[in-house]
């Protein structure tokens, strides 16, 4: 038995170490969120075959017009400008604040939204 403890003891400080390095104790950085939840549908630069439009400049620009994208009238018609705190109302839940929108899923976690919108305002 003492065995067992002192193994479990060395197991429990080795997943401590682990959890104490910062690269692997930190939430996931904004770009790294985006490529992860959004990149399957967006990009930052035009890209075939994605869904959404590209998101370079996304903030301030305003909502529905970036030329070469099919927007939903939904969108068209939504007429804001985009500042960080539009696109966290718009990320926390898309179809709420823009009904008739494209987009059916956006980002839940608000800590993870907001890594998401600082990275989106740095492309420009």
Not at 1 to 26: K, Y
Not at 90 to 114: C, D, E, F, H
Request: net charge positive; with cysteine; hydrophobic share 45%.
């Amino acid at each position: 038995m003492p065995r067992f403890i002192a193994r479990s003891i060395a197991l429990g400080a080795c997943a401590a170490a682990v959890l104490a390095t910062p690269a692997l104790a930190q939430a996931p950085n904004g770009e790294t969120l985006f490529k992860q939840q959004c990149g399957v549908c967006h990009s930052i630069a035009p890209a075939p075959g994605k869904m959404g439009p590209p998101l370079k400049g996304v903030v301030g620009r305003k909502a529905g017009t970036l030329p070469g994208y099919a927007y939903s009238g939904a969108m068209k018609a939504y007429g804001v400008t985009w500042d960080a705190g539009k696109l966290e109302a718009y990320l926390a839940k898309p179809t709420a604040a823009v009904p008739g929108t494209k987009m059916m899923i956006g980002a839940a976690n608000p800590a993870q939204r907001s890594a998401i919108v600082a990275y989106l305002a740095t492309q420009k």
